[in-house]
């Protein structure tokens, strides 16, 4: 079977509810269709699980990233990827329950779940090498949040301040916090009416004021905020008229509860909440990341799914424009998430998500079997819809509700009846396919899946699965502020002076964040806005730049080459005294005012020697990277860059071929009806030659007693007729052998079509080309100092 077609995923093929068998062809689903993302309904044993499988399966041979948020479990099946297909590899999966009841040992049955399985992938035509192909392509891993089973994932940085582009999109900013202090309310256990209720009105009042400000937080520093928020009214109210300050302590109280609790910490630990690197390893390598919350209660999933889908709409608005697939949003079970009446925190992302998403090529798919509590308005955005056998008509009269919308938004023709006598005659995985980028429905048997179904995991086999993953997973929850050493004199060294030194005039000193009661060292902060340029490369970027170096009574008391990143933000800098600090003592240098022009010359030109950027250039695609994108993020962008540029091959090549396709369309037409009439033409001149013929003979035989010249010349008449009949079914040879070689001149075109894809597929290699690296040191011009001051560090 040829179904490796590039941007084409193998579904299985089409299906005859007539006969309750195959016909022959494929089902290959164009990867472009899923932007306008798609809706998949069955109940409970339809195999609307397995499908999705399938696609996800298709999108990670072909290179495209899926988030797959699963409440079920049923998804971490997409490890379980044997090339093999050998007993030993399906003996620790196999449910031995199930075993038992068919009469048999452990390795018995899972000799029989091998062997079921090889059979079952030979019959679709696909081998243990297409497997091999799968987990080459992707990197796959099962997240757990909240639990220590799989791979941790810290929710703190789904509380930093989002992008200032974001921000400025007032209805997305808007949503987004909404939902931030819907699903944090949800947590404590209250069900808070975004217009009503003055809990959700005073987090969603902190949290804008944050972000405004760029400011990020954490529950901990919310706390606080609710007991003193940054804000004195609250629309025409006075703080206090709204939320008297002893009902905010409870409101904090509660979230500090939240945060002491002993199983929340596991939400705090583990990789960020990063929608990139979650769709992509550091080094560029699509991933088909899994969210396992099985485990979770209602409010935490809530909590979880509203946060992750807010992340993906922030990541996903950094993203350029494209037609193509860029990666995929899959969420197992939405019911409870997406219902048509009530607003819980995941219904308003959800919704921007497949309203907008589309313009950035990502594909939303959504399962369900429980379709009658859905936003149907909601669904109409999707154009594709996957729908299973159902349980009651009930349901089949919500689907096609759904239908009947998607339809109307694509413009298309909508007949109700027909559907609904397919939807009605759908067995175990056989499905309805309604594209509205298809002329029709089409009815097609799911293929059978790479991965061994075996249904649910439990947490245990989760941790087995990623054991060895947990070992090398960074951990990116950020520690406690704190000093660097290199920053800080030792210990024996550090006279505690409790009294502040006194600067001359014209002197400023600043004191950077420190705990309370700290202790101070000298420093001299230096800090720019550093830009580099190149025209042939069109970069032109700026990055901040603060570091700090020692300062000494030495001769050279500034020595830039000992710089150091700071640990903090110029903003973040004070020129109040902290209470009960001590200090080191100040070097005689720092007193004079002088040294200070000096030592901001130096600095510049420090930077301009120190500083660069390196930034990479594909010589195949002839992109440079953005200032600051890592090699990994690079390659990921050129992966979606190539596949732009082929499906526009792909599309030009189609065309290109296109009229001559139509010519020999329009050519076998043509000679199958010559064929037609000859066969006529030829039939007909047998039929009067047999009668002519006959006639002669038994007016022969039996009219007269010898011939005559009149029989003679019937007799000749009949012997040319048989003459002609000949001739006749050479024609319909000749026209025969026509219609072969217009059908071979079609193969003929349709192999160098697909041969001239297929190459493009050894044109881009973005992920493991040679990339070139260009370094750019900043000119002097183009640094512009900020602060070149004293600074006490803590």
């Known amino acids: 079977m040829d179904y490796e077609k590039l941007g084409l995923f193998y579904l299985g093929r089409p299906y005859d509810l007539d006969t309750k068998s195959a016909r022959d062809g494929l089902l290959l689903y164009d990867s472009k269709d899923l932007v306008t993302h798609a809706v998949c309904v069955g109940m409970t044993g339809s195999g609307k699980t397995g499908l999705c499988i399938d696609l996800l399966e298709e999108a990670a041979i072909d290179g495209i990233p899926a988030l797959a948020i699963d409440p079920k479990g049923d998804l971490g099946n997409l490890l379980l990827t044997f090339p093999d297909l050998s007993p030993g590899e399906f003996r620790p999966w196999i449910d031995e329950d199930e075993a038992r009841r068919n009469g048999k040992t452990p390795e018995e049955w899972a000799a029989s779940e091998a062997d079921t399985w090889r059979k079952g992938l030979e019959s679709w035509g696909q081998s243990g090498d297409r497997i091999k192909r799968l987990r080459a392509a992707v990197d796959v891993a099962i997240y757990t949040p909240g639990a220590q089973s799989g791979l941790p994932l810290s929710i703190v940085k789904s509380f930093s301040a989002p992008a200032p582009d974001f921000i400025e999109e007032s209805d997305l900013m808007r949503e987004r916090v909404a939902t931030t202090a819907t699903s944090l309310l949800g947590l404590l256990g209250i069900d808070a009416d975004p217009i009503k209720s003055r809990e959700h009105i005073l987090l969603s009042t902190i949290i804008d004021s944050c972000w405004r400000q760029g400011e990020d937080f954490d529950l901990a520093r919310l706390i606080q905020m609710i007991q003193t928020p940054p804000v004195q009214r609250i629309g025409v109210l006075e703080l206090e008229a709204f939320y008297p300050s002893d009902k905010r302590f409870e409101l904090a109280m509660a979230v500090n509860n939240l945060l002491a609790a002993p199983g929340f910490s596991a939400w705090m630990e583990g990789e960020a909440l990063d929608v990139q690197r979650l769709l992509y390893t550091p080094e560029g390598k699509p991933r088909l990341t899994i969210l396992s919350i099985a485990h979770l209660n209602d409010a935490e999933r809530m909590f979880f799914v509203s946060l992750l889908l807010n992340q993906v709409l922030g990541w996903m608005r950094q993203q350029p424009g494209t037609t193509s697939l860029r990666a995929i949003v899959y969420m197992d079970e939405i019911a409870g998430y997406l219902p048509p009446v009530a607003n819980p925190a995941s219904k308003a992302p959800m919704l921007t998500l497949l309203k907008q998403a589309r313009a950035f090529g990502v594909g939303m798919v959504l399962a369900t079997q429980n379709p009658v509590d859905l936003d149907y308005k909601a669904l109409s955005n999707a154009g594709t819809w996957f729908i299973g056998r159902l349980q009651t008509e009930r349901d089949q009269m919500r689907v096609l509700d759904g239908l009947e919308g998607a339809m109307s938004n694509a413009g298309g023709a909508f007949d109700r009846d027909k559907l609904q006598r397919l939807i009605g005659g759908l067995g175990k995985r056989v499905f309805l396919l309604h594209n509205v980028h298809e002329d029709g429905p089409e009815v097609f048997e799911s293929r059978w899946a790479m991965s061994y179904l075996r249904g649910p995991l439990t947490r245990t086999q989760i941790r087995t699965l990623m054991a060895g993953r947990k070992a090398t997973a960074p951990d990116s929850t950020p520690a406690p502020p704190s000093t660097r050493e290199h920053q800080r004199a030792p210990e024996s060294t550090r006279p505690a002076v409790s009294a502040h030194w006194v600067l001359p005039p014209g002197i400023p000193q600043y004191f950077a964040p420190a705990r309370a009661g700290a202790h101070y060292v000298p420093m001299i902060v230096g800090a720019a806005n550093v830009r580099f340029t190149d025209t042939k490369a069109k970069i032109d970027s700026t990055r901040p730049l603060t570091v700090v170096t020692p300062l000494t009574a030495d001769p050279i008391p500034v020595t830039w080459d000992q710089a150091q990143p700071a640990t903090f933000e110029v903003g973040q800098l004070s020129t109040d005294l902290p209470s009960g600090a001590t200090f080191d003592e100040l070097p ?28 990479y250039r594909s010589p195949s695609l002839e992109i440079v990277s953005n200032a600051g994108e890592s090699e990994g993020d690079f390659r990921a962008r050129l992966q979606q860059a190539a596949r732009e540029q082929r499906d526009a091959e792909v599309t030009r090549l189609r065309q290109k071929f296109a009229p001559r396709a139509a010519a020999l369309q329009e050519r076998l037409r043509r000679a199958e009806q010559a064929v037609e009439k000859e066969e006529e033409q030829a039939s007909a001149q047998k039929t009067q030659t047999a009668i002519s013929f006959g006639t002669t003979v038994l007016g ?10 009149s029989t003679l010349g019937r007799a000749t008449t009949a012997v040319r007729g048989v003459g002609r009949a000949s001739k006749e ?32 597929d050894a044109t881009y290699h973005p992920a493991t080309e040679p990339l070139e690296t260009i370094s750019l040191k900043p000119m002097r011009t183009g640094i512009q100092v900020k602060l070149v001051a004293l600074v006490w560090v803590g």
């Open 729 to 760: 079914a050479q024609d319909v040879t000749r026209a025969k052998e026509n219609v072969g070689s217009v059908q071979s001149q079609m193969e003929e075109l349709d192999a160098a079509l697909q041969a001239a894809i297929a190459s493009l």
């Open 588 to 615: 005689g240098p720092a007193s004079k005012a002088r040294n200070y022009a000096d030592w901001t010359r130096s600095f510049v030109t420090w930077v301009s020697t120190a500083e660069s950027l390196d930034i």
């Open 700 to 709: 022969a035989l039996f009219g007269r007693k010898s011939l005559s010249a």
